[in-house]
């Protein structure tokens, strides 16, 4: 579903420059960021034409909530082939995040529900607040996840958890979603943004190259076989290996100039 930009759809999206860290927040707080077609799009935008300063990118939600999902109250209108067109936006918009030329970074708090748990999937490294907590109602309202939740939920926590949170409404708190894999860092409450910003400035240390290359990758290799897989994953060493700013990286460490990896 191919809508054109709605004016009042302007600010769903906050955007803020620090240094090489983009950060976006959804800001439909009154709405507990639930996320209409505007704040589909606001997303989509958000994620083209990005420049080549930016080296990392963080996503958080304004309010007390991450996001409490899609907006029910478009929902009730849809014919069946308007779902499949809408799920098909959510699709390609989650896909650019996925995709996206740099890292995202998602820092959840509150309520991670529905969409606002498959925008979390996308990203690439997650950090909760011991606040958030993260549920999968779809079941309860009588539909179907439809933003790549069935993709990329099952890889992060196995088939039968999310069959589980989907049938019987079960949430999980954060302790439980880092226990399951669908966080990499837990947090006390208000500290997550810190974090996000923290991790983003390590990943804006990497070799821009590098950065790409695990993240457009990595996921592809995981999904074939071992030998392609392999094949594919000598290519892309090759490439990393020759640029400059590998060589120069390597030149460093040999001449003791770069730091060591130690325990933190
Ligand atoms: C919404 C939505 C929404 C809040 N669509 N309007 N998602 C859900 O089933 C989650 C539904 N929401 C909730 O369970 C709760 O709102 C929360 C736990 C997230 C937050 O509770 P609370 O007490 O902080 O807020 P609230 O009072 O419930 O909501 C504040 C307002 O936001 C209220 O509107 P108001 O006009 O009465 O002020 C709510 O109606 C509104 N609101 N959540 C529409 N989701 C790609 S397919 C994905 C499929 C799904 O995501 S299914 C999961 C949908």
């Given at each position: 579903m191919s809508?054109?930009?709605?004016?009042?759809?302007?600010?769903?999206?906050?955007?803020?420059r620090?240094?090489?860290?983009?950060?976006?927040?959804?800001?439909?707080?009154?709405k507990r960021n639930a996320v209409n077609d505007g704040l589909v799009l606001a997303l989509d935008r958000a994620f083209t034409g990005l420049g080549s300063d930016v080296g990392c990118i963080v996503l958080s939600g304004e309010g007390q909530h991450f996001c409490?999902?899609?907006?029910?109250?478009?929902?009730?209108?849809?014919?069946?082939?308007?779902?499949?067109?809408?799920?098909?936006?959510?699709?390609a918009t989650l896909d650019k995040l996925q995709f996206a030329p740099v890292p995202v970074v998602a820092v959840l708090h509150?309520?991670?529900i529905g969409g606002g748990l498959e925008i979390a999937a996308a990203a690439h490294v997650r950090v909760a607040?011991?606040?958030a907590y993260y549920g999968l109602p779809e079941g309860q309202r009588g539909i179907f996840v439809g933003g790549g939740?069935?993709?990329?939920?099952?890889?992060?926590?196995?088939?039968?958890?999310?069959?589980?949170?989907m049938l019987t409404g079960r949430v999980f708190d954060a302790e439980e979603g880092q226990q399951a894999g669908l966080t990499n860092y837990l947090v006390g409450e208000g500290e997550g943004l810190a974090k996000g910003m923290a991790l983003a400035q390590k990943i804006c240390g990497n070799a821009p190259l590098s950065n790409f290359a695990v993240i457009q990758a990595l996921p592809r290799i995981a999904e074939l076989a071992p030998s392609e897989g392999l094949f594919v994953e000598s290519l892309v060493a090759a490439i990393a290996q020759g640029d400059p700013a590998a060589k120069q990286r390597i030149r460093a460490f040999l001449d003791g100039r770069a730091a060591k990896v130690a325990k933190q």
């Open positions: 809508l054109p930009p709605d004016p009042s759809d302007a600010g769903l999206i906050l955007a803020e620090h240094g090489a860290v983009l950060h976006l927040r959804l800001n439909r707080p009154a409490a999902g899609l907006d029910l109250s478009e929902l009730s209108e849809r014919t069946v082939y308007e779902g499949v067109l809408h799920s098909r936006m959510w699709h509150g309520a991670t607040e011991r606040n939740g069935s993709m990329r939920l099952p890889r992060l926590i196995g088939t039968s958890r999310m069959a589980d949170m």
